[in-house]
């Protein structure tokens, strides 16, 4: 079964709405979850770095105003995708690590109108 | 940086044909590398992996084995089946850095008939 679950497994929003995407782990703790992003024939590109109880750490391009990671627990994490605009639609996928196991959510196509 | 590239796709096969998905890669250091495999609505699963070079990962009939004079990890398989269509992923955790991030290829598809 999965080990990290990610929700929604696609979405439609009208522009100027915001989207939140959960990632899950369900049977460990992740200390670090990634952020990816993939646009159509492109790479997973990663977004942004997230430690349990700490800011995530965004890599060079990604506005941390507009993708808000939350780590609060070592399960879950959120990303919000604030005021999105059709550029923003994209497959956004997660993945959960400890010391040892790293796994991957089955992502969420981000479709904005 | 570091960086992946793979052959693109799509890879169109009959039932127990051989198959080869191209990967090679640029990293400082001495990366680990993998190949993951995304089935239709499905998460990211790792199907194989190699941390040194000449170590050779296989799993569910497919083998690469990680080769640093030619800096590939390419993607092999003798007899695909049908239930092997998916998107597949080379990727690798970069050998000069700390961390677990994996970057990734764009990722090939293979879709098999019978």
């Known amino acids: 079964g999965a080990v990290v679950s990610q929700h929604p497994s696609w979405v439609i929003c009208k522009s100027g709405t915001s989207v939140k995407i959960e990632c899950r782990s369900l049977?460990?703790?992740?200390?670090?979850m990634f952020w990816y992003r993939q646009f159509p024939k492109q790479s997973l590109m990663l977004m942004a770095t997230s430690n349990e109880g700490s800011k995530a750490t965004y890599e060079q391009g990604v506005e941390k105003d507009k993708f808000l990671i939350n780590h609060a627990s070592l399960t879950l994490s959120t990303l919000t995708v604030t005021s999105a605009h059709p550029e923003d639609s994209s497959f956004y996928i997660c993945s959960a690590s400890n010391s040892e196991k790293l796994f991957f959510g089955s992502g969420t196509q981000l479709s904005v109108l | 940086g570091d960086s992946v590239t793979q052959m693109e796709g799509p890879v169109t096969l009959s039932e127990e044909a051989f198959l080869t998905i191209n990967c090679t890669y640029t990293a400082t250091g001495y990366p680990s590398l993998f190949w993951y495999v995304q089935y239709p609505g499905e998460g990211l699963q790792l199907l194989l992996k190699a941390t040194k070079a000449d170590d050779k990962g296989s799993n569910k009939g497919f083998e690469a084995t990680y080769r640093k004079e030619t800096t590939s990890f390419h993607l092999e398989k003798g007899s695909v089946q049908v239930s092997d269509s998916a998107v597949y992923f080379c990727?690798?955790?970069?050998?000069?850095?700390?961390?677990?991030?994996?970057?990734f290829g764009k990722g090939t598809t293979l879709s098999v008939s019978s």
């Open positions: 990727a690798l955790i970069g050998g000069g850095q700390a961390g677990t991030a994996l970057i």
């Open positions: 049977d460990f703790q992740a200390t670090t």
